[in-house]
T-cell receptor
Framework: LAKTTQPISMDSYEGQEVNITCSHN???????ITWYQQFPSQGPRFIIQ???TKVTNEVASLFIPADRKSSTLSLPRVSLSDTAVYYC?????????????FGAGTTVTVRA | DAGVIQSPRHEVTEMGQEVTLRCKPI?????LFWYRQTMMRGLELLIY????????DSGMPEDRFSAKMPNASFSTLKIQPSEPRDSAVYFC?????????????FGSGTRLTVV
């Protein structure tokens, strides 16, 4: 699995956009980039996955440059309820790769 | 679907006692995982089952830990004897193999405190 590096923590205020960048310099051709979100006292939950360019859903957007050596998770107009740990994972999206290896993640704290 | 169901939510036990954590995966998911989360070590994969068969238990810390999956709808993680350093939040997750990394659903966890 490709190694990922992301900031340990980020602070923001309600209504702001939060961008978390994840570095994955040794990403392989068949690797996807997946983000999970973990609220306090809950298990992680899937929020978005992408391979290249841009992916958007109701929760977030994921921007992936052409070289795919990094990616940015964008949370638009955050609220207090977006306070959570965000994990970036990189690996092949096939049934043979079962291990989700979580790093330390990025703790996002949203303040009023 | 009710999601992945874990019980109990909280467990406080004395050192040396046996602890059993329970998990009911999502119906139709053929993979089940047990994770442990602590402040110091983050989320660690303990064991992985596929179609009820243990595939990889290399993350199980020592012989005091054991896990079973007698059928597709139930799994247990047992610690015997328990020690204070086992205090952590234990998560169970299930997935459908075809979903890859996006398809993991975690339970709410069991917070274990060994005193």
């Amino acid at each position: 699995l490709a190694k990922t590096t992301q900031p340990i923590s980020m602070d923001s205020y309600e209504g702001q956009e939060v961008n978390i960048t994840c570095s994955h310099n040794n990403i392989a051709t068949n690797d996807y980039i997946t983000w999970y979100q973990q609220f306090p006292s809950q298990g992680p939950r899937f929020i978005i996955q992408g391979y290249k360019t841009k992916v958007t859903n109701e929760v977030a957007s994921l921007f992936i440059p052409a070289d795919r050596k990094s990616s940015t998770l964008s949370l638009p107009r955050v609220s207090l309820s977006d306070t959570a740990v965000y994990y970036c994972l990189v690996g092949p999206a096939n049934s043979n790769d079962y291990k989700l290896s979580f790093g330390a993640g990025t703790t996002v704290t949203v303040r009023a | 679907d009710a999601g992945v169901i874990q019980s109990p939510r909280h467990e406080v036990t004395e050192m040396g006692q046996e602890v059993t954590l329970r998990c009911k995966p999502i119906s139709g998911h053929n993979s089940l995982f047990w994770y442990r989360q602590t402040m110091m070590r983050g989320l660690e994969l303990l064991i992985y089952f596929n179609n009820n068969v243990p595939i990889d238990d290399s993350g199980m810390p020592e012989d005091r830990f054991s896990a079973k999956m007698p059928n597709a709808s139930f799994s247990t993680l047992k610690i015997q004897p328990s020690e204070p350093r086992d205090s952590a939040v234990y998560f169970c997750a299930s997935s459908e193999a075809t979903q890859g990394h996006r398809g993991y659903t975690f339970g709410s966890g069991t917070r274990l405190t060994v005193v």
